[in-house]
Nanobody, 129 residues
């Protein structure tokens, strides 16, 4: 199983970016996906998660109302639309997959790195002030 992120880059504060995560290989039949991010010197932190059918989503308070997570099963791709970007959003963003779909019923569990079996290599987002 491979997860490959793309879409990172440099953007001015207030701008927008769309991150993509392409999934190849076979994972269990129904699984949740998520985005996390890491700032150098800090722990990886939860950003957003989405259930298999997209019906349930969960966001970190810091991005709620600005970021939108989605997925496309035909393209086997997960997305993170980021609007109203702030300098504090600067980080390496990681795609994660493989959590049991039911975990979206427990947001605090869905926000844990331990819930996910597969990870991408990360894509850097830099927001300038």
């Amino acid at each position: 199983v491979q997860l490959v992120e793309s879409g990172g880059g440099v953007v001015q504060a207030g701008g927008s970016l769309r991150l993509s995560c392409a999934v190849s290989g076979r994972i269990m039949s129904s699984y949740a996906m998520a985005w996390f991010r890491r700032v150098p010197g800090k722990e990886r932190e939860f950003v957003a998660a989405i259930s298999w059918n997209g019906g349930r989503t969960h966001y970190a308070d810091s991005v709620s109302g600005r970021f939108t997570i989605s997925r496309n099963h035909v393209q086997n791709t997960e997305y993170l639309d980021m609007n109203g970007l702030k300098p504090e959003d600067t980080a390496v963003y990681y795609c994660a997959a493989g959590a049991a779909d039911r975990l979206l019923l427990q947001p605090e569990v869905a926000a844990s790195t331990e819930a996910y079996s597969y990870w991408g290599q990360g894509t850097l987002v830099t927001v300038s002030s």
